[in-house]
């Protein structure tokens, strides 16, 4: 099929490149010179395992192309709205500005059963506005709303094997029968591998992606109150989180207490939310993500609070190594991260921070120069008098006690992800912290 994909991001890009690799015809359309200059030559504008092989290997087909042209999505049976849809300066709601801007500029080039098909994470009620604004146009188009799942990190395998597909379909059965197909024969390839298929309406294809983005923050947040408790009983909420995610009902992924959730996803999404039922005046029925949020933020100031306590609450001038920046392991991605959050503000108390990354340092930098970055390990934590791990990267989780403890100053580490054995570190001589462990 020809397709277009409108927003080459983190989500377009890789949907582009997947596909394309799937057989389909795509051009990805973005406004960014410099990233679309790197796609083009199949380079990838951000860190994500295995994508600078699959453009690679998408582009090669001939198959797959980018521009600065929206002309070039004329012709596509398909077009992909993958633009941002970040949190809206002053307020928690989401900034649809992109979403619109791209279905205006779409609009001129689209035909009679054409399917504009919307991938951006958008507040309940958007995609029945625009759809509206697609049929006073008159083009004959149609629009669905196929929300994403992507994992950064595991982004690739979520888009060429995905563990289900949503529709959300137009209400009028015409409408819908030509969205449908066209989307079945966008994922013919999936859909014949059993991928669970669910096909809906519009307003529940737009709160799938909201809804599991809230519940698994609630979940995060939920073992780092327990941690809160922990840390004022002596339990261990590491062993906690083992006991209760025996039970089949509650299982144990994301049940990892620490210094919580980041990134361009979570925390936006909760706080678009929550803006959204305020305006459908049912704020009442989330309220609870107000606490999720502020949990999840309290774990960062932990920490925090660990650190100080190891410097004897004199922190100025000490020595810090922050290991990790990025808001998880496998991406470069600074948005909302803990790690970066703690590093600024361990620096805002005087610290001298030294801080590494094995992707991220770049785009960390370009938002806070003012923090000592260093690309080696062994210079990170030389002389240092806390060892602080927020990013746990395999380079960092599997650390040898003894050979770090020759190269630092003081054998203070605070592990904000639980990732450490502390009975092994205690044993050779280091004051261990972990979050919501005895």
Not at 348 to 359: K, W
Not at 376 to 404: C, H, N
């Amino acid at each position: 099929m020809r397709v277009s994909v409108i927003g080459c991001g983190y989500l377009g890009a890789v949907h582009a490149a997947a596909m394309a690799q799937l057989g389909h015809d795509v051009v990805g359309v973005d406004m960014d010179a410099v990233k679309l200059a790197a796609l083009t030559r199949g380079e990838a504008p951000f860190f994500e395992p295995g994508l600078p092989e699959l453009l690679v290997e998408a582009s090669s087909t001939g198959r797959l192309r980018f521009t600065d042209d929206i002309s070039a999505a004329k012709g596509a049976t398909v077009h992909f709205i993958a633009v941002g849809t970040p949190q809206l300066k002053g307020s928690n709601a989401a900034d649809l500005q992109y979403v619109d801007a791209a279905i205006e500029q779409l609009l001129p080039h689209l035909t009679a059963g054409d399917v504009v098909v919307g991938k951006s994470t958008v507040p309940v009620g958007t995609a029945a506005r625009l759809a509206a604004r697609i049929a006073e146009h008159g083009s004959g188009a149609v629009l669905a709303w196929n929300p994403e799942f992507l994992r950064e990190g595991f982004a690739v395998k979520d888009s060429l094997a995905p563990d289900r597909i949503v529709f959300g379909l137009p209400p009028e059965p015409a409408g819908a029968a030509i969205a449908e197909a066209a989307l079945r024969g966008v994922y013919a390839a999936a859909l014949a591998a059993e991928t669970p298929l669910v096909i809906t309406n519009y307003s529940t294809a737009e709160l799938v992606k909201v809804a599991a983005n809230a519940f698994l923050a609630t979940k995060i947040s939920f073992i780092n109150a327990m941690a809160e408790i922990a840390e004022v009983t002596g339990a261990d909420a590491t062993e906690l989180a083992d006991a209760i995610g025996l039970d089949g009902r509650i299982g144990r992924r994301f049940l990892g207490a620490g210094v919580g959730f980041g990134g361009g996803c979570l925390p936006k999404d909760i706080r678009g939310f929550m803006a959204r039922a305020e305006e459908l005046g049912r704020g009442e029925s989330v309220a609870f993500l107000k606490e999720v949020d502020a949990i999840n933020l309290r774990r960062r100031q932990r920490v925090i609070d660990h650190v100080v306590d190891l410097l004897d609450h004199e922190p100025f001038g000490k020595t810090v190594a922050v290991l990790g920046l990025a808001f998880k392991p496998h991406s470069d991605d600074v948005r909302d991260s803990p790690a970066l959050d703690v590093a600024v503000r361990l620096k805002g108390l005087g610290a001298e921070v030294r801080a590494t990354d094995p992707q991220a340092i770049e785009n960390a930098r370009r938002q806070h120069p003012q923090l000592d970055y260093r690309t080696s390990f062994e210079e990170t934590v030389r002389g240092a008098d806390v060892v602080v791990l927020v990013t746990e990267w395999d380079e960092y989780r599997y650390l040898d006690p003894e050979v770090v403890g020759a190269l630092v100053s003081g054998r203070n580490i605070v592990d904000g992800r639980n990732s450490y054995d502390p009975a092994r570190w205690r044993a050779a001589g280091w004051t261990y912290r972990g979050l919501g462990r005895p």
